[in-house]
């Protein structure tokens, strides 16, 4: 059930990402370049426009589409922010998200283990109780017999008493 859960919640985020990345190019079509020569800012608060810091243009496009056609030089994209290039933000972004999946996962794990283990005993240790019970009475029995052979020697010498 968790394996289910966790691949549909992964599925549906990829989709949006995916969905997200297609509408910021569909949005495409805005006249980002009246914005050039203009301050970053002015620039990124247009929806679906992307700032270059080294020419100072503003052009329409997405951060990953603008990266992929490296038509800004040093890859200095500025994209919803100017506080951070998108080549940082392209590589940031998905290792913070992986790190942060690891994480949650690992957690998880950490959750069910916890959980089996209040619920009870496992099998395994059931199995290891029982043969552990079984050696302790066949024991016991071997013990009883030597004890009723040593006892009939002891009736057959006549030392009973010792």
Known sequence: ML???????????????ILQLWLDDVKADINCTKYSGKSCKDCVEVSGCSYCEPTKECEAGSLVTKTLQKSCEGQEWMTKQCLVSGRVLLIALPVTGFVVLVTLACCIYCCCCRKK??????????????????????HKEKESERQEKRDEIRKKYGLQDV
């Open 3 to 17: 394996r289910s859960s966790s691949f549909s919640a992964i599925s549906l985020l990829t989709t949006l990402c």
């Open 117 to 138: 283990k209040e619920r009870g005993p496992s099998k395994e240790d059931a199995k290891w109780r029982k043969k552990r019970q079984d050696m302790t009475s066949k």
